[in-house]
């Protein structure tokens, strides 16, 4: 039979109790597979005047096919105009840095650069999952 420690049991239990993990894995062998922390960013960008629209579309296209980016999503700001919100999560740190040498993502910045007023604050975050994101 497998032993389980107290902190162990104490955590199962929480986490089944909260829908983290499922009940049934509560006492069994297995041992839960270690997944490397995700690398978040959230990023505010203002468009030069009434370049918002524009500055999305290129942000768009240039960001399509970025191997180890698990989600892109870029938002109009609701109560300010010009504001863009970036939202992203990679697989790791280090594939967000590789996609920044992307010719793809370089075309972008290079097009979307005059169109960019000030980047404005930017959050690093570590996503613990969520709908729509698949485990990597």
Known sequence: MH???RK??????SAAAAGIIA??????NKQTKR?????????KITATDGQRDNLINIL?????????????????????????WV??????????RASLSLPAVQEAIGKGRPM??????QIETV???????AST
């Open 3 to 5: 032993k389980i420690t």
């Open 8 to 13: 162990d049991f104490i955590f199962k239990t």
């Open 23 to 28: 009940p049934i894995q509560l006492f069994t």
């Open 35 to 43: 997944v490397p922390n995700m690398y978040g960013l959230i990023g």
């Open 60 to 84: 768009l296209e240039g960001t399509r096919d970025m191997p180890g980016c698990l989600s892109y999503i870029i938002s109009k700001d609701s109560k300010e105009d010009d504001v863009i």
């Open 87 to 96: 939202t992203e999560v990679w697989k790791d740190q280090e594939s967000h």
């Open 116 to 121: 960019i007023a000030e980047f404005g604050e």
């Open 127 to 133: 996503p613990a999952g969520g709908h729509g994101l």
